[in-house]
Nanobody, 127 residues
Framework: QVQLVESGGGLVLAGGSLRLSCAAS????????AGWFRQAPGKEREFVAG????????ASGDSVKGRFTISRDNAKHTVYLQMNSLKPEDTATYYC????????????????????WGQGTQVTVSS
């Protein structure tokens, strides 16, 4: 049973930084792509960043480009999201997700492309 546990959320002032972590356990497949999404109350789940299984290919959503960086440590089965220059509009619950990867070294941007999800961690940015 794959389990994803996010951590690192909290309350931060605008302009500040946070680093989210997503620790995976129970993973039986060798390779998996990963992504971060966020959802604010009353809004749809939004793509934040994605990373391929090797870490060699990444992408980020337009609203966070240049401020957020996704990375991973496969030895630790952990995916990270470094968030800098935070804005009040970044306030949301942040979720990590993974999907097994068999053939390519791609990232994925749509929630439906992921098989496993964490419970989420709250990020609140105050002005």
């Amino acid at each position: 049973q794959v389990q994803l546990v996010e951590s690192g959320g909290g309350l931060v002032l605008a302009g500040g930084s946070l680093r989210l972590s997503c620790a995976a356990s129970g993973v039986t497949f060798n390779k998996y792509a990963a992504g971060w999404f966020r959802q604010a109350p009353g809004k749809e789940r939004e793509f934040v960043a994605g990373i391929s299984w090797s870490g060699g290919n990444t992408a980020s959503g337009d609203s966070v480009k240049g401020r957020f960086t996704i990375s991973r440590d496969n030895a630790k089965h952990t995916v990270y999201l470094q968030m800098n220059s935070l804005k009040p509009e970044d306030t949301a619950t942040y979720y990590c997700a993974v999907r097994p990867e068999w053939y390519s070294d791609s990232y994925y941007t749509a929630p439906r492309q992921y098989n496993y999800w964490g419970q989420g961690t709250q990020v609140t940015v105050s002005s």
